[in-house]
């Protein structure tokens, strides 16, 4: 925005043309100043908007505007804003105009810093164009730049994790890692599940009405996305809106299966998903299934032992075991085995999770075990309908950092299933579903009130959902401290936190793919 600001006249096109070369010579005091020029050269490869043309007789002398203020260094200018100014210049040049110098100015301190194209700065200025092309070309990120102070005030630095990425591939300076992501989101999902109820828009508000009266409205700035519930209606003039802030808008059925979604461009990033397929077509992708699965029995395991009553040893060492069996399992099969081992001993001891208010839920899970499609009993119906919300977290983290989310390593593909998304939820299963699940139960937020018996299963009343939620985001909304970086963040933000780590790996700026596993 102070970008922008300062900018705000420079950015606005000129009403006459730049003049011709020729014709600058034959009337030099024709025209003094032109603003946002546009040039380029083929020869050179370059593209430069300038912001400010000043014409003085023949000569032409860019100007580039920064809303900072002026460096206390030798030049009186940073590097990149040098080699910036000189392409400017040698595009002038290259057009036929003469052009030995330009100009910064610093909107910050209000100054002017006069730059001579000298040989030595056009040499570095042309060298950092072909290094750049190079760059381009390899289509190859270079590595994170090292405990630079940049960081710390580049919108960017929560895509980039400049410091997470660096100490994961053993590289940079040891001691604290910066924070440089927001703890939390302060922008929330909008969930709507009365059926009936339509969304418009109005201004920067989102308005939600039931039979025609407004029972809710939310800033277009403070939704996440939105989350519709079975037969609830949004205008096409809202759907646009959401499409143009990068606002996810998701489908779920009544009982919160989850199964669309509509979103705007989202991440251009092609080279990620070229990078993932081929990942998963060579077979290279069992290594990070293998650090999910440890990932999500080792966060099993840790809610045994923090809070299965009476306490088993036995249980949490086999546990144990499998965490170590996955880590150096050596096929994909044998992978789903101990998989599904752990998680049978898992779900065999989670009736004992529950107590207090909850002991009748969990008297009857211990009857029926876990079981779905339809859910039997009221603790596995809610299970369910936390795995969805989380399948639906992960699958717009996916989207977020530019993943096919269709695509997994340890889910294999299936028509219509969002497996990497369900990677991404495993390690997340015990730590925020499942833990949302007992906290509703033994503290009484739920009760047989909250459900319907349908046939063979059992669902959710609309209220029975709405406390669901709100546990769910609840959850999403605790902070913890990370394990392995150790700066607080929400369980929010590390989920997309662990997407651009395994994006990191795919991309193979880091060895391997730690999952988040709590003590």
């Not at 100009?103 to 072909?130: C, H, M, N, P």
């Not at 999902?189 to 201004?203: N, S």
């Not at 949490?316 to 001993?345: F, K, P, T, Y």
């Not at 990497?420 to 503290?443: G, H, K, M, Y």
Request: hydrophobic share 40%; net charge positive; aromatic share 8%.
């Amino acid at each position: 925005v102070e970008g922008r600001f300062t900018h705000r006249r420079v950015d606005r096109e000129s009403e006459v043309d730049l003049p011709p070369p020729e014709e600058l010579w034959e009337q030099p005091d024709r025209i003094r100043a032109v603003r946002s020029v546009l040039v380029g050269s083929e020869r050179l490869g370059v593209i430069a908007r300038i912001d400010l043309l000043e014409l003085d007789g023949k000569a032409a002398v860019p100007v580039d505007y920064k809303k900072g203020v002026k460096p206390d260094n030798d030049r009186g200018a940073w590097e990149p804003e040098l080699v910036q100014l000189c392409l400017q210049g040698l595009l002038l040049r290259e057009a036929g105009y003469e052009c030995d110098s330009g100009v910064l100015y610093y909107a910050g301190s209000r100054k002017r810093v006069e730059i001579w194209f000298d040989d030595e700065l056009i040499e570095q200025a042309t060298a950092a164009a072909a290094g750049l092309r190079a760059m381009a070309t390899a289509g190859r990120m270079p590595p994170p730049l090292t405990d630079s102070p940049k960081c710390v005030r580049c919108s960017l630095a929560g895509v980039c994790l400049p410091d997470e990425i660096n100490h994961l591939a053993g590289r940079g300076p040891e001691g604290e890692i910066r924070r440089l992501v927001a703890p939390r989101d302060t922008c929330l999902p909008l969930y709507v599940q009365d059926q009936g109820a339509w969304i418009g828009k109005k201004g920067e508000r989102l308005q939600v009405e039931v039979k025609g009266a407004r029972v809710a409205e939310a800033r277009l700035m403070s939704v996440s996305h939105v989350a519709l519930f079975g037969n609830v209606q949004i205008s096409t003039q809202a759907v646009r809106e959401l499409c143009d802030h990068d606002i996810p808008l998701t489908y779920l059925s009544q009982s919160g299966w989850f199964f669309g979604i509509t979103n705007g461009i989202g991440s251009r990033n092609i080279e990620l998903r070229i990078a993932q397929h081929r990942l998963a077509d060579a077979g290279g992708g069992l290594a990070i299934a293998r650090a999910i699965v440890a990932g999500k029995i080792y966060n099993q395991r840790t809610m045994l032992r923090r809070n299965l009553s009476p306490p088993d040893r036995q249980l949490v060492g086999r546990m144990a075991i499998h965490v170590r069996q996955a880590r150096h399992i050596s096929s994909a099969d044998s992978l789903l085995g101990v998989e599904g081992n752990a998680a049978r001993e898992y779900f065999g001891a989670f009736a004992g999770l529950f107590r207090g208010q909850g002991a009748w839920a969990g008297a009857k899970f211990a009857e029926n075990g876990r079981n779905r499609r339809p859910p039997r009993d009221e603790v596995n119906a809610v299970l369910s309908f936390l795995y969805a919300l989380l399948v639906k977290e992960c699958t717009l983290a996916a989207l977020a950092v530019g993943f096919d989310p269709y695509r997994g390593f340890f889910h294999a593909p299936r028509y219509g299933r969002p497996s990497l998304a369900l990677d991404l939820c495993e390690e997340f299963r015990p730590l925020i579903a499942d833990s949302a699940c007992v906290t509703l139960f033994n503290q009484g937020e739920v009760d047989s009130q909250a459900f319907l018996r349908r046939a063979r299963g059992v669902a959710l009343t609309p209220e029975g959902r709405k406390a669901v939620i709100g546990a769910f985001e609840r959850r999403l909304g605790q902070e913890i401290t990370h394990p392995v970086f150790g700066y607080v963040v929400s369980y929010r933000r590390v989920l997309e936190l662990q997407a651009r780590l395994l994006r990191a790996v795919v991309l193979g700026e880091v060895g391997s793919y730690r999952p988040l596993s709590t003590r």
